[in-house]
């Protein structure tokens, strides 16, 4: 059983379900993925030539190169201070940007004045493992993020190993805002915001997959819930619900004895009611 049918409630059931688009993934790993690749290059580029002075402007060559990578790093420090990132939320942002711009200048100097260093090569491999290990928890991160849509509500799982839960019962829904830029309409990305009758009802779903179905399929539920009752046509009576029949029953009873009503407009009447039971 999954994690998702444990949470969910008798008679519950998943109508919709989706991810952030798979830009947003591509964006939080890049970084990662940038860096393992500069660790593994260096250290194939030590490993690989072979010893001796062609090898050697091999290895110096690989270094210039892997000190230009420091822009990567820098690129994400500058971001997240132009983005208006300041105190712990900064330092948060850029810690491990610093982590890795610190050694990828340090291997680049080294490569570039001890390309004879074949030690380097092997701390280059070991190294790399870090920012793969990266790249792995955010796709496994961004793969256990779901927005789930039930017959009964709206709710976002967050969470490998400690889940994070947080939903919104479906009557609870006011209203539904949807943003989609141009370059969204084009890759099938947006952001929802749903606005509920509680204090802290507001949920905003950043970037998530085929926003436009997940609206519908959202109004769709809970229409599910109390549908709409059929238009009535010109010269029918409204649909009345069973347990009213009684009481109209005794209106109709009082009109007749105050002669509003005649017998037969009373039977007739009368009959029609029951016939709705």
Do not use: C
Not at 49 to 78: C, N, W
Not at 156 to 172: C, F, M, P, Q, T
Not at 201 to 218: A, D, Q, T, W, Y
């Amino acid at each position: 059983m999954s994690y998702v049918d444990k949470i969910m409630g008798d008679n519950e059931h998943v109508v919709y379900q989706t991810h952030q688009h798979i830009i947003v993934l591509l964006g939080r790993i890049l970084a990662s993925f940038f860096v393992f690749v500069v660790f593994v290059a260096v250290g194939l580029a030590v490993l690989l030539p072979p010893a001796g002075e062609a090898g050697d402007k091999v290895r110096f060559t690989i270094g210039l190169i892997a000190l230009g990578s420091l822009v990567m790093p820098l690129y994400l420090i500058v971001s997240a201070w132009l983005g208006g990132a300041r105190g712990r939320e900064f330092v948060t942002r850029i810690w491990r940007a610093v982590v890795a711009g610190l050694l990828i200048l340090l291997i680049s100097l080294v490569l570039m004045f001890w390309p004879h260093l074949r030690l380097l090569g092997w701390i280059s491999i070991i190294v790399a493992i870090a920012p793969l290990a990266e790249v792995i928890r955010l796709t496994l991160d961004w793969h256990n993020e779901r927005y789930i849509i039930t017959n009964r509500r709206v709710m976002e799982i967050k969470g490998i190993v400690n889940k994070h839960v947080r939903d919104s019962a479906l009557e609870k829904v006011n209203d539904v805002d949807m943003k989609q830029s141009v370059v969204g309409r084009l890759l099938r990305y947006g952001t929802v915001q749903i606005i509920t009758g509680s204090d802290i009802g507001v949920n905003l779903f950043h970037r998530i997959s085929n926003p436009v179905r997940f609206k519908r399929e959202m109004l769709n539920a809970k229409e599910g819930i109390h549908p709409s009752k059929p238009a009535v046509r010109r010269g029918e009576a409204p649909p009345t619900d069973a347990d009213e029949i009684p009481d109209l029953i005794a209106e109709l009873g009082e009109l007749r004895q105050k002669g509003i009503l005649t017998e037969e407009e009373f039977q007739a009447k009368k009959k029609e009611l029951l016939e709705r039971i």
